[in-house]
Structures are given as C-alpha cells and as structure tokens.
C-alpha cells in the first residue's frame, strides 16, 4: 500500500516522471557493487540553519557529541549549514554568507571547518531543492552508509496556504513556508526566503539517496497531518514535533548517542526520547505551553487513513443537523499553537463524538485513536502551560471555516486550491469537510471559552 501511495503523491503532488519498462524475455540478475570500505552502518546528514550567536551552544553539542563519532563503521555524521549574513551575526568558524560543509568526528577541528568546504553566499542558498539534492549527495560519497537519516535544524512554520501551492510557483515572495526550512538571511519584502514542502520532497528524491531510514525534524510545527503524510512516504521512521521547539540540541546529542550505541533505529529513537529529561527541560523554562517530540513508524502511519476518510465523511453527513455541537466540539479541542489553526486530531475526534453523541463518530474515534496509538511508537512530554497537562498529544490537523477555505491568498490561488495539494486531502478527503463548516476557530480576543491551551503568549 504505502508504495502505491508513494506513486500517488508523486504523480498528484510532486509531479515527478516515472518510468516504466518492458518485460523482458531474459532478465538479467543485478550484480550489487561491493561497498566501500568506509561505508559506515548508518550516517546522519545534519543540515540547517545557524548563525554565528549560535557558536556558544554548537561548540557545547558538539564536543558532547564527537565522542561517540569515533568508528567510521558505525556512525558517521556529516553536517552542513549556513553562515550568518553580514549585519546579522559575526561567527567565528566561517566568513558570513559562507555554506560549510563537514564531517563531525572525534578528531573534527572546529577552526578549521571553513577550509573543508565553503561557498559563497551568491552561490547556494538553502533553500533551493537543488542545494538539498547536491548536499545529499556529496554526504552520501563523502560518508558511504547502509542506511542515512536526514535531520533538519531550524525554523518551521506548520502547513501555510500561503506558500503550498505549485501554482505559480514562486510568483509571489513568501512570508513563511511549511515548516521546512527557512535560508533567514535571504530576505524578500514579505520575509525570509524559505523551502516549500514539494521543494523538498523533490530535492530528496532527486539524490542519491531519495528514501532515508528516518528524517528528523528539529523544527517547530512539523506534526501535522498536512506535512508528515507527505513526508512519510520518503522514510521508514519520522520524528516531528506539532508544538515550537527551542533551541536546545539536547535531542540531537541524545540521538548520536542512542544510535552510536543501539544497533536498531528504532531502539536508538526511543532511548533518545527517554534520555531527554532534564537536559531538555530547562530549554523551555519560563515557556507557557505543552507540547512533545515524538516517533512515528511511517508505515503503520497509513492505517490512520482509514478512520480519517470515515471521519470526514461522516461529520459532513450529520453536520446539517449537528452543527452547533459540532461547533461547542471545536471550541473544547487542543489547539497546538494558537496563532495558527493546529488541531490535536484524535483529540478532535473525541470531542465530535462526544458533543455530538453520534454513535458512528464514536467508532470512528476510537478506531482512528487505536491506529494514532499504534503509529506514534514514543514520546517526550512538555507540561509548562498554566492552564495545566494535557493527557497525551497526537497530530495536529489544519481546521477552518468554510468562508476562510475558499477564500483566495495574497497570491491569486485559494485555500481550498493549496489545500488539496496535500496527501492528506488526497487520501482521506478533509478538504471536503473544510470546505463544508461554517465553523471556524474562535476570535483569541474573546478569551478560551474552555479551550485546552498548548501554545499561548496572549495570556
């Protein structure tokens, strides 16, 4: 299933070519090279954004780190970003505008990285899906590995209908992207430059390496249903977050620890996750919100699918009849970050059956919260709203009225047009049910109303 979803997205989302061959009448055994001899077991490609403020808090991960990156044969760690621009930052590692690229080891001279390899700022800019094939594939000869997980440090911004879309393809400047990347020293009228889901996407499967063990997000808002049905589809495991992350490397030390030591990635990922306390909690001390970071198995992810599918069609059935409950439903579910419209959707999904007393919903949630439970295999936790804990954390999933669905962005493209790009409307229809509720979020300046509250700086 999850490959004929891939052929799928490929074809519906990325508008990728595939080719396709004739049968033979005497196929021929592929003869597998023999691998290099500095082909580790797994090598992490690190790439991302940093300035040179930033220096204090590298220096401190990554001294913890290079122990642990001192057996070629194990794990290997390849790391590239981009230095500040001048007027920003001034760093001490590289010339400003400079991309750097490396491998982090137990012998790696920090004051030396800049001569490894180093381009100008006119020359790459991280955000083009060009930069992230060619530095996927310079990792992948520079660090031969088995398997490869591609980690991401940087900002995020969830799924924005302002930038989703491929009509038009940059045509307009956009202020924010969804949640992949953001080159914050390449700066437009409406913000910095930034890297769009299918830029992305597109940039992975044109490498050398176009399907990763797992791809790490140490990005803020990356859990929503809207980016991981896409993203998963390009790896086996997925660590995401659905709340703002701080910038704290502790899960990234933790990572190259856990997978130094633990054969299975798996493994590995759920050690880190339970290594992370205390370290990490002290990056979100005077922080008002919940949130967690957690570990999907993409493949168990699309038995969510169904249930979801059942979900939608089922709210647009009873919603001529139920509309206020279902309207009372929303304002009681989990908004992950109250300046966008991120929904928990299993809790979504409770609160409907709930307020509605629909017996069919009531199934439907249980069977989307059996298959949500099964596909996020662990978690770390983060209590510090003052509104108090919430019980457990799911994805987020975009929800809005109608009016707002079919209302046209800045750039000359609707909601609903962005919106349907998704693998996540593609394979459960959601869209539908967006377009058909006159129910949107609250007004924040009219208080919560009740409202379980993750992220808030409005209080």
């Not at 439907?364 to 996020?376: D, F, R, T, V, Y």
Request: charged share 20%; hydrophobic share 35%; with cysteine.
């Amino acid at each position: 299933m999850k490959k004929q979803l891939k052929q799928l997205s490929l074809f519906a989302v990325l508008a990728l070519s595939v080719a396709s061959c004739a049968p033979v009448d005497n196929p021929v055994t592929p003869v597998t090279p023999p691998e290099p001899d500095d082909t580790a077991r797994h090598t992490i490609i690190m790439y991302g954004v940093v300035g040179g403020a930033s220096d204090p808090q590298i220096e401190t991960a990554w001294e913890i780190m290079k122990p642990y990156l001192n057996d070629r044969k194990n794990v290997r760690c390849v790391v590239c970003y981009k230095y500040a621009k001048p007027k920003h930052f001034e760093g001490k590692y590289a010339k400003p505008g400079d991309l750097v690229f490396f491998e982090l080891t137990d012998t790696t001279d920090l004051m030396k990285i800049g001569e490894n390899y180093a381009m100008k700022w006119s020359d790459l800019a991280l955000y083009e899906e060009s930069t992230l094939t060619s530095i996927i594939d310079l990792a992948s000869t520079v660090a031969p590995a088995r398997e490869y997980t591609f980690l991401t440090y940087g900002h995020g911004g969830g799924f924005d209908k302002d930038v989703d879309s491929e009509k038009d393809q940059r045509k307009a400047e956009p202020a924010t992207n969804r949640a992949v990347l953001y080159d914050e020293w390449i700066g437009t009228p409406a913000g910095p430059e930034a890297m769009n889901m299918y830029e992305f996407l597109r940039g992975i499967n044109n490498s050398k390496v176009p399907h990763f063990k797992s791809i790490f997000f140490h990005n803020c808002l990356m859990g929503g249903v809207e980016s991981v049905f896409d993203i998963s589809l390009f790896c086996d495991y997925l660590v995401v977050s659905s709340h703002l992350l701080a910038m704290n490397p502790a899960p990234i030390r933790q990572f190259i620890k856990a997978t130094t030591e633990q054969k299975d990635l798996k493994t590995a990922y759920l050690q880190m996750l339970s290594s992370l306390s205390p370290e990490w909690d002290k990056g979100y001390q005077g922080y008002g919100f919940n949130g967690d970071l957690k570990l999907i198995d993409c493949q168990k992810l699309l038995d969510v699918i169904d249930p979801a599918a059942k979900l939608t069609n089922r709210l647009i059935e009873i919603y001529p009849t139920q509309s206020e409950m279902r309207a009372t439903a929303m304002v009681h579910t989990y908004q992950y970050y109250n300046e966008k419209n991120f929904y928990d959707l299993e809790d979504y999904a409770a609160q409907v059956a709930k307020y509605t007393g629909d017996s069919q919903l009531k199934t439907i949630s249980a069977q989307l919260s059996e298959a949500l439970g099964k596909a996020i295999l662990g978690r770390a936790e983060m209590h510090f709203s003052t509104l108090g804990d919430l019980p457990k954390f799911t994805l987020s999933v975009v929800l809005s009225s109608n009016k707002d669905y079919q209302a046209k962005t800045a750039w000359d493209y609707t909601f609903k047009e962005a919106y349907e790009y998704t693998n996540w409307h593609v394979f459960t229809g959601f869209g539908d049910w967006l377009n058909t509720t006159r129910q949107g979020p609250r007004d924040q300046r009219k208080g919560y109303q009740g409202q379980p509250v993750g992220q808030c700086f409005n209080q």
